[in-house]
């Protein structure tokens, strides 16, 4: 039978027939890759990698190593960057303990947190792995398949089994489908990367709209289950997950994900080009009613109808709130720019272990101290300011966030955390509190590590067409984005504004808004209803719309 792809139009053209692995293997250079040595196995070679001079080592390796959470790092002389793995962001004192120490042994302190709940550790050097692996493995962490063409961190709410709003707890789901993904040799092969969120949240804080594939939970006729979202991303083509229509009761959660990720695998029309081997792609291709009957073909039955709710509101779960088991609190912790010291963790680590409590991290780089009697709140705030978190830090301390860029990442194309610090500096001098939540996203190249895509206003890294105070630095700036209620892929509307005008640029938007807003209207709300040519003549500002120019 002749399958189709499917258009907006409801248009239906025949597929490209599916190309036989020999075509597979001539064209993608990283499937070729995987055929002649599977990278799974690489964490065997690294010892003896190790002993070789950097230069040594294949280039093949090098990629292979991914699949192990390493990555080349920026300038490539031999130092790593290693993403460990924390399923829903969960961390208990003794796992946030040993990241620190591994930081400080051999990761010259440094500690990131990235958007998917992962531990970012840079200047890592081979010789070091074994011993890291293994501290990190009897404190229960892994970075198996943190890279690579794999299943990468399952990630959720943070506050999953202690938030009060929760449908119910998905923790011992996530702690099931990690312990069978991660590692797993059938999935470690994978297309390309996949992305997991399972949350029963009623804010979705989780981004399920965002993700390859999304179990949102509810309650149903009295029944812990999920509806299913499938084939969102961002990167370089940015897609919201659709709804694949169906409720899964929670004991079939972990075979749905597998009849999915299957599906996928299995077609080697997602394995041709990288460019095109997300599940995005075979989302856009047979609609999420054909990934439906192809995952009730694997299964064989017909799963139950549903529908995804839609998210309560937006929640960041920073600030002070009582948690479902009565007289414990949660403790959101702002974590500016992401970046922490690993001796700051294992005091925060310490802190923890002394009440019972544990320490989530967040999608938004954040963290949250849970388990906190409220007894010991005051002291427990003083104590965490004193170790360098704020409780009361400005909002936008939480809410902004940027990727790893320039020095590390090798494909950013500007500095991020650094060029953020300024702007949140800026900001809050400039506006106070009066910001809120505001969504600020930065990133250093199209990937969208930081998700400039859905932010209230997202910058991503290019050059200025002529450099503006000795500077080429610029950003592209992405209006009309959102996620949760108003989830929706932004549109890079402001090109090139060179990074000394970043902030001036900025401050006419955020004026424009607060002057002009319909009541409570939210910024991108705003941006809705204002037009293209009006919101580049806003960020341009009087002066360049009289000469006829742009903030660049």
């Given at each position: 039978?002749?399958?189709?792809?499917?258009?907006?139009?409801?248009?239906?053209?025949?597929?490209?027939e599916e190309?036989t692995?020999?075509?597979?293997?001539?064209?993608?250079?990283?499937?070729?890759?995987?055929?002649?040595?599977?990278?799974?196995?690489?964490?065997h070679e690294?010892?003896?990698?190790?002993?070789r001079?950097?230069?040594?080592?294949?280039e093949?390796?090098?990629?292979?190593?991914?699949?192990?959470?390493?990555?080349h790092d920026?300038p490539?002389?031999?130092?790593?960057?290693?993403?460990?793995?924390?399923?829903s962001?969960?961390l208990p004192?003794?796992?946030?303990r040993?990241?620190?120490?591994v930081?400080?042994?051999?990761?010259?302190?440094?500690?990131?947190?990235?958007?998917?709940?992962?531990?970012?550790?840079?200047?890592?050097k081979?010789?070091?792995?074994?011993?890291?692996l293994?501290?990190?493995?009897?404190?229960?962490?892994?970075?198996?398949?943190?890279c690579g063409?794999?299943?990468?961190?399952?990630?959720?709410?943070?506050?999953?089994g202690?938030?009060?709003?929760?449908?119910?707890?998905?923790?011992?789901?996530?702690?099931e489908?990690?312990?069978?993904?991660?590692?797993?040799?059938?999935?470690?092969?994978?297309?390309?990367?996949?992305?997991?969120?399972?949350?029963?949240?009623?804010?979705?804080?989780?981004?399920?709209?965002?993700?390859?594939?999304a179990?949102?939970?509810?309650?149903?006729?009295?029944?812990?289950?999920?509806?299913?979202?499938v084939?969102?991303?961002?990167?370089?083509?940015?897609?919201?997950?659709?709804?694949?229509?169906?409720?899964?009761?929670?004991?079939?959660?972990?075979?749905?994900?597998?009849?999915?990720?299957?599906?996928?695998?299995?077609?080697?029309?997602?394995?041709?080009s990288r460019?095109?081997?997300?599940?995005?792609?075979?989302?856009d291709?047979?609609?999420?009613?054909g990934?439906?009957a192809?995952?009730?073909?694997?299964?064989?039955?017909?799963?139950?109808?549903?529908?995804?709710?839609?998210?309560?509101?937006?929640?960041?779960h920073m600030?002070?709130?009582?948690?479902?088991?009565?007289?414990?609190?949660h403790?959101g912790l702002?974590?500016?720019?992401?970046?922490?010291?690993?001796?700051?963790?294992?005091?925060?680590?310490?802190l923890?272990?002394?009440?019972g409590?544990?320490?989530?991290?967040?999608?938004?780089?954040n963290?949250?101290?849970?388990?906190?009697?409220?007894?010991?709140?005051?002291?427990?705030?003083?104590?965490?300011?004193?170790?360098?978190?704020?409780?009361?830090?400005?909002?936008?301390?939480?809410?902004?966030?940027?990727?790893t860029?320039?020095?590390h990442?090798?494909?950013?194309?500007?500095?991020?955390?650094?060029?953020?610090?300024?702007?949140?500096?800026?900001?809050?001098?400039?506006?106070?509190?009066?910001?809120?939540?505001?969504?600020?996203?930065?990133?250093g190249?199209?990937?969208a590590c930081?998700?400039?895509?859905?932010g209230?206003?997202?910058?991503?890294?290019t050059?200025?067409?002529?450099?503006?105070?000795g500077?080429?630095?610029a950003?592209?700036?992405?209006?009309?984005?959102?996620v949760?209620?108003?989830?929706s892929?932004?549109?890079?509307l402001?090109?090139?504004?060179?990074?000394?005008?970043?902030?001036?640029?900025?401050?006419?938007?955020?004026?424009?808004?607060?002057g002009?807003r319909?009541?409570?209207?939210?910024?991108?709300?705003?941006?809705?209803r204002?037009?293209d040519?009006?919101l580049?003549?806003?960020?341009?500002?009087?002066?360049?719309?009289?000469?006829?120019?742009?903030?660049?």
């Amino acid at each position: 039978m002749t399958e189709e792809r499917r258009f907006g139009t409801g248009e239906r053209r025949p597929l490209p027939e599916e190309p036989t692995w020999e075509q597979v293997l001539q064209r993608n250079t990283i499937e070729r890759l995987k055929k002649e040595k599977a990278p799974v196995g690489i964490v065997h070679e690294i010892p003896e990698l190790a002993g070789r001079h950097y230069l040594d080592i294949s280039e093949e390796d090098i990629v292979r190593l991914q699949w192990y959470g390493l990555y080349h790092d920026k300038p490539k002389v031999g130092a790593f960057m290693m993403r460990i793995k924390v399923p829903s962001g969960y961390l208990p004192p003794q796992s946030l303990r040993a990241i620190g120490e591994v930081a400080e042994r051999f990761g010259e302190g440094q500690v990131e947190l990235s958007t998917r709940q992962n531990v970012q550790l840079h200047f890592i050097k081979l010789g070091q792995v074994p011993d890291i692996l293994a501290h990190l493995r009897e404190a229960g962490l892994s970075s198996a398949g943190a890279c690579g063409d794999a299943v990468r961190n399952i990630t959720g709410c943070a506050l999953s089994g202690v938030l009060a709003e929760e449908a119910f707890d998905t923790t011992p789901l996530i702690e099931e489908a990690a312990r069978f993904f991660y590692g797993n040799p059938d999935y470690m092969d994978l297309p390309r990367k996949h992305k997991i969120t399972i949350s029963a949240c009623p804010y979705q804080c989780d981004m399920p709209e965002i993700n390859c594939i999304a179990l949102i939970g509810l309650v149903r006729g009295g029944r812990s289950g999920f509806a299913v979202r499938v084939g969102g991303g961002l990167s370089t083509v940015p897609r919201i997950a659709r709804d694949l229509g169906v409720f899964v009761p929670v004991p079939e959660a972990v075979e749905v994900l597998r009849a999915i990720l299957h599906a996928w695998k299995e077609n080697r029309r997602y394995r041709l080009s990288r460019i095109k081997a997300r599940l995005k792609f075979m989302v856009d291709d047979y609609g999420a009613e054909g990934i439906r009957a192809q995952v009730e073909a694997r299964l064989g039955r017909t799963l139950e109808d549903g529908k995804a709710p839609e998210p309560r509101g937006y929640a960041d779960h920073m600030g002070i709130l009582e948690q479902k088991q009565p007289g414990l609190y949660h403790v959101g912790l702002p974590v500016p720019i992401g970046l922490v010291r690993g001796r700051q963790l294992i005091r925060i680590a310490d802190l923890a272990w002394e009440f019972g409590g544990d320490i989530r991290l967040t999608k938004q780089q954040n963290m949250i101290v849970t388990g906190v009697p409220g007894e010991l709140l005051p002291d427990v705030a003083e104590r965490l300011e004193e170790i360098g978190f704020p409780v009361d830090a400005n909002p936008l301390r939480a809410s902004a966030i940027a990727c790893t860029g320039e020095p590390h990442c090798n494909y950013s194309v500007t500095e991020t955390k650094g060029k953020l610090k300024e702007i949140l500096a800026h900001l809050e001098n400039r506006w106070g509190d009066r910001l809120g939540n505001f969504r600020l996203n930065l990133d250093g190249c199209p990937h969208a590590c930081a998700l400039h895509w859905v932010g209230d206003i997202g910058l991503m890294g290019t050059t200025a067409r002529e450099a503006v105070d000795g500077e080429r630095m610029a950003f592209d700036l992405f209006l009309r984005g959102g996620v949760g209620p108003e989830q929706s892929i932004g549109r890079p509307l402001i090109r090139r504004v060179p990074f000394p005008r970043v902030e001036t640029t900025l401050d006419r938007l955020i004026e424009a808004w607060l002057g002009g807003r319909n009541g409570l209207e939210t910024f991108r709300d705003f941006c809705i209803r204002t037009s293209d040519q009006d919101l580049v003549a806003i960020a341009a500002g009087p002066a360049a719309a009289q000469a006829g120019g742009d903030p660049a």
